[in-house]
Nanobody, 115 residues
Framework: QEQLVESGGGLVQAGGSLTLSCTVS????????MGWYRQAPGKQREWVAS???????RYADSVKVRFTISRDNAKNTVYLQMTTLKPEDTAVYYC?????????WGKGTQVIVSS
């Protein structure tokens, strides 16, 4: 059973940076697409970024250029480097692992961006 644990969230001022990490316990990581999603208060969860097993990346328009997703298969870890943070980036950020259509989720890490 895959288990995902996010870390790195916190409080940051607008314009600042944070790097989130998600470490996966399990055997599927290197064969899985990994993604970051976020859910702001009162809003639906939204996709932020994805990375394929071969490190192809995609981003939501709202974070393109500012966020970078990467992975380290040796460490079973995916990262989300966030720069030029805005108050609207405030949300709980969730890590997702997708293996042939089967999704696994972490419990999330809170990011608060103050203006």
């Amino acid at each position: 059973q895959e288990q995902l644990v996010e870390s790195g969230g916190g409080l940051v001022q607008a314009g600042g940076s944070l790097t989130l990490s998600c470490t996966v316990s399990g055997s599927l990581f290197s064969s899985s697409s990994m993604g970051w999603y976020r859910q702001a208060p009162g809003k639906q969860r939204e996709w932020v970024a994805s990375i394929t097993p071969n490190s192809g990346t995609r981003y939501a328009d709202s974070v393109k250029v500012r966020f970078t997703i990467s992975r380290d298969n040796a460490k079973n870890t995916v990262y989300l480097q966030m720069t030029t943070l805005k108050p609207e980036d405030t949300a709980v950020y969730y890590c997702n692992e997708n293996f042939v259509g089967i999704n696994y989720w972490g419990k999330g890490t809170q990011v608060i961006v103050s203006s």
